[in-house]
């Protein structure tokens, strides 16, 4: 039968990712195209500029370390909100594992909350809702609209590290659980000794992607007024007055920074997944 | 594997069955798994469940050792009642070793370590003397030189083995095994058979489900043949495979044998 096709059976479609799980694809040409456009609107600029006025590279050059003294501070509420994010949302994904109904459906449904809002929203109620100090009655302790972004960002973080938690205990084969059982471990034993180490090698690629995505929504901060590297940089440009044709090189070269600070974790995170795979 | 069990229950004697299984009802919702099973085991016996899958003979085996609660019945260890809502599962647990179809190795532990975690940290005993004996037991079961491996550097068979030694350095009175070679290559069946088969005639009582009919021939003293939650037949290996009675048997060993 000429012409007539056979029907085949097409491979199958690669597994979906699991939630949770979305990998921070950056990848080195992705920094490529940011530097292309960066020379691009440089160029421009330098064109638009007008004639007497410092060129636009120059000008840019004098404003780094005011910029980058903002992303000074992108890196320590990134820092911060990882650490209590992650201090809570490890004890929050343990209830998600307990034996008690209440205490897993309550840390469920915290979880769920958090893990579900919009960080912007998160951020706005803390920053609205959080006093400006807190009076211990011997100490006034000042709050910071930083810390109060701190606050903010764990509160998401700590929701998304829960369900990491949770989802790499329940990932594990029930044998291991059922031989410690029948070995006489206790469930905290089993936690402790058998489930928890063998997850961490599981938890960590996710934890630093978490990561990744932390540092990169740090910028929503600006909206509050905290003075990170987007409002440092927006007052940069207010400071020189009228020329729009310096938008886009400094927000550009506020991008390259951002890149430069979080492709080499996303290719380090892959790097570890990849040797975890193997070994076991 | 020693006589003597100084921890045993008052009131249990060594002449009296080891295992005790009476009229055992244990459903998984609706599903009823075991329909009133009863059997006996006695000390330093070998008894070998077989069955279609599904029979519930790896359930009845995992409800000796409390991993399932039964709805109903009985079934005590030296007697330790396993039913008992007050059980104490770590003196149950110390008397009743098991050994799973998939290994269940921990795999981010050597052998040896997978060996001598639990008696360091559920017995609390000396390390020094549990170290000697996870050595000697890695070495009966045949893995000298595997100490410092991992689970995943071993074959299945060798996997089983250590699965073997981590049961007994616990010193169990009892020994389940749950189709323990079931998952594995043919030409490892072998080697873990060897093992059960040294561990039996040293004396160790030992239950095993299986679907290695030359083995429950050649070493049960019993065997019981389930079939949907039931008892249907049972006897010694002779008296059982030459002349099985219940159509529902013969026609279980017509398509095994």
């Known amino acids: 039968m000429p012409g007539a096709e056979l029907p085949v059976l097409l491979p199958p479609a690669p597994p979906a990712r699991a939630q949770g799980d979305a990998r921070f694809g950056l990848k080195a040409r992705h920094g490529l195209y940011i530097a292309v456009l960066f020379a691009l609107a440089t160029g421009a600029a330098q064109a638009a500029s007008d004639a007497g006025l410092p060129g636009p590279f120059e000008t840019l050059l004098k404003w780094v370390p005011f910029v980058l003294k903002g992303f000074g501070l992108n890196l320590v509420i990134s820092f911060f909100a990882m650490l209590f994010g992650t201090i809570a949302g490890a004890a929050l994904g343990l209830m998600q594992i307990s034996l008690l109904a209440p205490v897993r459906s309550g840390s469920w449904l915290v979880t769920q909350f958090f893990r579900n809002s919009p960080w912007l929203v998160l951020l706005f109620a803390i920053m609205l809702l959080f006093p400006f100090e807190l009076d211990f009655g011997f100490v006034v302790v000042p709050v910071p609209d930083w810390m ?15 369900e990491v938690v949770r989802g790499a205990v329940q990932s594990l084969p029930s044998g291991q659980w059922e031989s410690a059982e029948s070995l006489a471990f206790t469930r905290g034993q089993t936690l402790r000794m058998v489930i928890l180490p063998q997850c961490i090698k599981r938890m960590i690629p996710p934890w630093i992607n978490w990561y990744c995505i932390l540092a990169m929504a740090t910028p929503l901060a600006s909206i509050m007024g ?12 207010n400071a020189e007055g009228d020329r729009p044709e310096l938008i886009w090189p400094f927000y550009l070269f506020l991008l390259l920074i951002f890149f430069a600070y979080t492709y080499p974790i996303a290719r380090w995170s892959i790097r570890l997944e990849r040797k975890f795979l193997v070994k076991t | 594997m020693s006589d003597a069990t100084p921890d045993s229950t008052p009131g249990w004697t060594p002449d009296q069955p080891m295992v005790s299984i009476k009229d055992v009802h244990k459903s998984f919702g609706d599903l009823e798994v075991l329909k009133g099973v009863s059997l006996d085991i006695m000390k330093r016996e070998v008894i070998c469940i077989i069955g279609p899958s599904g029979s519930g003979k790896s359930t009845l085996i995992r409800c000796v050792n409390a991993l399932n609660d039964i709805q109903k019945g009985s079934i005590t260890v030296e007697g330790i009642e396993v039913n ?10 110390k008397k009743v070793g098991m050994v799973f179809q ?12 997978n060996v001598m975690m639990a008696p360091l940290h559920v017995l609390k005993q000396p390390r020094q003397e549990v170290e000697e004996r996870a050595y000697g037991l890695i070495k009966k079961v045949r893995l000298e030189g595997k100490e410092h491996s991992y689970p995943g550097e071993l074959s299945g068979g060798q996997q089983q083995r250590v699965a073997i030694a981590r049961s007994l350095a616990m010193t169990p009175d009892v020994m389940l095994f749950d189709e323990v070679t079931a998952a594995l290559d043919p030409e490892t069946v072998k080697e873990v058979l ?18 290695e009919m030359g083995f429950a021939r050649e070493l049960a003293d019993h065997i019981y043949f389930t079939d949907r939650g039931v008892i249907v037949e049972h006897g010694p290996p002779a008296s059982f495979f030459s002349d099985a009675r219940d159509p529902r048997t013969k026609e279980f060993l017509s398509q095994i044998l």
């Open chain 2, 84 to 93: 008992d809502p007050n059980l104490d599962k770590l003196a149950l647990r």
């Open chain 1, 226 to 237: 905290v003075e990170e590297s987007v409002t440092y940089t927006a007052q940069a440009l």
């Open chain 2, 194 to 211: 060897v093992t059960i088969q040294e561990l039996a005639e040293e004396g160790m009582t030992c239950v095993l489900v299986t679907h």
């Open chain 2, 102 to 113: 998939q290994y269940n190795l921990f795999p981010h532990k050597t052998a040896i370590e």
């Open chain 1, 148 to 162: 109060k972004a701190v606050i903010g960002f764990s509160l998401p973080i700590m929701a998304n590290i829960s």
